[in-house]
């Protein structure tokens, strides 16, 4: 970006789902330096910011709603000022009510030049996922964003609900929830017909989306019936009666489901993300760590000897070994013609996924399974009496060493340590507690230990009665909860997050039919 740029944009965060954000949106939230957020915006589109971004909740600033514009508009200018790309997001479309055009007009004012990124607006993604279309050649020939903040009847209003209840198609309304009653009364006063079809929306485009459908006049009841709160957007005309049974997105699979992603953090947001599609509800719980080891010497050493061509087979048994053996050898200020003519196995495809991310094809990845002893009966025949390099992590998987060991001359290196983070009292063990948890994916024999070891009598009454079900990456992995006597609802064929995410979403099915 030059000088001349704007350092200020006002960026619509869409609805929620992190897939509605614009490509603009994207960009600039991984280039700012400053994101100031209203309350309303997801937490989760906050992952797209960059990372060293400091990220404040307009809430924060001092002040009530109404005069906190002032402060947010000192902080814009403040970090604009000092050359800083500051993105003001808002959630939805900046300019659909949340005062984004008040914040426009004060930035004009004051000489900071900005742009504006529009959004998807709670309304349009309302009805993308409840399938209703807003308009339609014979039912409805306009649409009105109204805010139902404005107290009807109120003298001196701004909204003409006399007109409003003669509008000829959809009437969508904001923030009407908590005045909803009087919304309705004042609608059917003036001639709305009660009985036109009408709905509530909670969290649209997101997998704990609810909604009720009623009649107008009874939509205050169905939403109390179905404990639908503020926020929420209503949807008022013929066109609802358009919609499918229950939308597209309502028939995902794993709609409405938690699930806990146990993954460590560089491998969270890929698999968030398959889960966000098939209308899962991720609740990321961190577990494991994965941290350089406590003392580099040994895998220096080791990385000389694999120089003076003194291995013949270098055996990973994770990306995360891939990954660290690599990035060891770089920092060493070497590269990865040291590893000269040595043969390398992997278990498991996302190992050689992670070999070939530096142009190395693995000489032979076993497909039997990722388990110790399928691997080693795989390799014996091609290493039995060599030299063999195991880099592995400085836990886990003792079998593989002893297994090799039998048939050939094995080193082992520690690439890297996993440290246990889990903490029990965090949200999403809450979560597991309180029973609101579909799945606990078992992503690892190590990851399941630690889980394991939170798990309380509670957590673990609900996993035996078949509310929360745990799903394993590997039978290895499901040994280790079975070993305790936990039940496992299914394991991966594919020893991967995809496998695992399949397995749920046949687990799902299987419970559902
Ligand atoms: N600028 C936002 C609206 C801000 S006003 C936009 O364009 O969407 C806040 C109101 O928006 C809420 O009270 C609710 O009525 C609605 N809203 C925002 N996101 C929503 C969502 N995901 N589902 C349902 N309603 C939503």
Redesign the pocket.
Known sequence: MTTADPHVFLV?AG??DPGLLTLRAAELLAAADVVLYDQ?V?KRILDFANPAAECLCVRDLPGQTADRTPYTLQRMAAAAAAGKIVVRL?????????R?GEEAEALRLAGIPYEVVP?????L??AAFLDIPLTHRHQASAVALI??HELPARPGGKLDWEALARFPGTLA?????ARLPLIVAELVKYGKDPDTPSAI??????GN?RTTFAPLHNLERARRQAGLE?????LIGPVIDLRAASSWFEQKPLFGRRVLVTRPRDQVEGMVRKLERLGAVPLVLPTIEIRPPDDFGPLDAALYKLREGLYDWLVFSSAHGVHGFVKRLEALGRDLRDFGTVRIATIGPKTAEALREYRITPDLVPETSVRSEGFVAALAPHVRGQRLLLARAEQGREQLRTGLAEIARVEQVTVYTQVNVLDPASAPMDALRRGEVSFVPLSSANIARSLLAAMDATILGRIERGETQLIAISPETAAVAEGQGVRVAGTATTHTTEGMIEEMVRVARAKTT
Do not use: Q
Not at 119 to 123: S, Y
Not at 201 to 206: C, G, K, Y
């Open positions: 619509g609805p929620g309303l997801p808002k959630g939805g479309d900046p300019f659909v009510f949340g984004g959004g998807v607006t709670a309304a993604a309302a805010t139902g309304i904001y923030m009407g929830i929306v909670e969290r649209a485009s997101m989306m503020s926020p929420g957007l209503i």
